[in-house]
Structure formats: C-alpha cells, structure tokens
C-alpha cells in the first residue's frame, strides 16, 4: 500500500500540459477521433487546404485545472502557435496561475511540439521548473509515441 500511495504522490504532482485543434469548418482529426463502422460508406468531404481552426491549451495537474487558453492575437482572430506565442502564454497566463501551487513540487511534462521544444522556451522552462521537466531537450525525455502519457488528447 505505501508504494501505490508513493507512486501516486509523485505522479500527482505532475502538470500534464498539451494543445489540441478544433477545425472550424467540422473537421475531426482522425489521429484522435475513429469511427468504426460495418460497412464503408463511401463518403468524400472536400475540406480546404487551410482551413481555419482554433488551438486551445490547457494543464492539467493534481490541484486542478489551469486554462483553457485560446491562442489569439490583439484583433481576436484565431492564430498558429509558434514559440513567441506559446513563451508568452506560458509567462503571462501559466506562471502566475502557479503561484497557488506548490512550484519546488510540481512536473512540468509536454510534448514534442516545435513551439514546446525551441530553445528559448526549453530555457524559460527549466528556469522555472528545474530539472523537473518531461519534455524533448529536457531533463526527463518525453517517451515517443506514448498515448498514455497525453490524457488531454481525449479531454480537450
């Protein structure tokens, strides 16, 4: 019983954090959403090549939620998220809200992306969080290919 209430402890104190698109124009990425059917029902959907879509962030730890955050700019149009916007999320909407958790504590675990990985992000992260973050260049490398360690890929 210690060991589960071990294990538990430390992976309570993780902050899960990730992004997922929502395609304005109905689209469902197939990498995260499947339909199964009996039958092929031969259905064609003609989508843009760009179409327009909304990219929402969120964290998630023991202590609850922190977001959603909507990547947008000043005129409120939806925007891609490049490592500028996703630095400034993380200092003007992440890190304050963590002033009502325990920060010496607290993981900070994200995935591969580009905009997660860049140099100065990775530098502002481990500035932050120490040698206490899961992610690709830091202290703990993020496991390619692990499903399970991205649960706001089915939440969000």
Known sequence: MRDVMNFLQRHLSNTICDEAHFWLNGYVNKQNCRIWSEANPQVYIETPLHPEKLTVWCALCAGGIIGPYFFKNDEGRNVTVDGDR??????????PELNNHDVQELWFQQDGATCNTARATINLLKDT????????????????????????????
Do not use: E, H, K
């Open 129 to 156: 969080f120490g040698d206490r973050l899961i992610s690709r260049f830091g202290s703990v490398n993020w496991p390619p290919r692990s499903c399970d360690l991205t649960p706001l890929d089915y939440f969000l």
């Open 86 to 95: 996703y630095r400034a999320m993380i200092t003007n909407i992440f890190i």
